[in-house]
């Protein structure tokens, strides 16, 4: 099993929808600072492996990061730990930014 890929319009029409998940953040403080969605939880990358108990198993989690590559990685470690309903955000928030929401800051 793998986790699936969430394109962020799709994202986006869960959020519209009212579906529940964990939006789970892997960038570092800094990038939060820079742009971020509302209501993401942030557990930068490094310290995942650590905090694994905080994750819920019970709902989707959605992991998103700069480009969509860390979130990947860590997407793929939550499945290989266990959890079964993983997305990563294709293109992660830089692509969000460009898709769905133009007054996140891109950097």
């Known amino acids: 099993m793998s986790a699936g890929e969430l394109a962020p319009r ?8 009212g579906k ?7 960038r570092t403080a800094d990038e ?10 942030n557990v930068p990358m490094r310290e995942i ?3 694994l108990a905080e994750l819920p198993t019970d709902e989707p989690i959605v992991v998103l990061c700069h ?3 860390r979130s990947a990685r860590v997407a ?4 290989a730990n266990g959890f079964k309903d993983v997305y990563n955000v ?3 928030i ?3 930014a460009r898709e769905i929401d133009p007054s996140i800051a891109r950097y």
């Open 10 to 17: 799709e994202l986006r029409t869960w959020s519209d929808a």
């Open 20 to 26: 529940s998940y964990l939006l789970l953040d892997v």
């Open 32 to 41: 939060l600072r820079m742009a971020a969605l509302p209501g993401a939880l």
């Open 49 to 51: 492996p650590s905090r």
């Open 67 to 69: 480009h969509g590559e």
């Open 76 to 79: 793929g470690f939550l499945v």
């Open 90 to 92: 294709d293109g992660g």
């Open 94 to 96: 830089d692509a969000y």
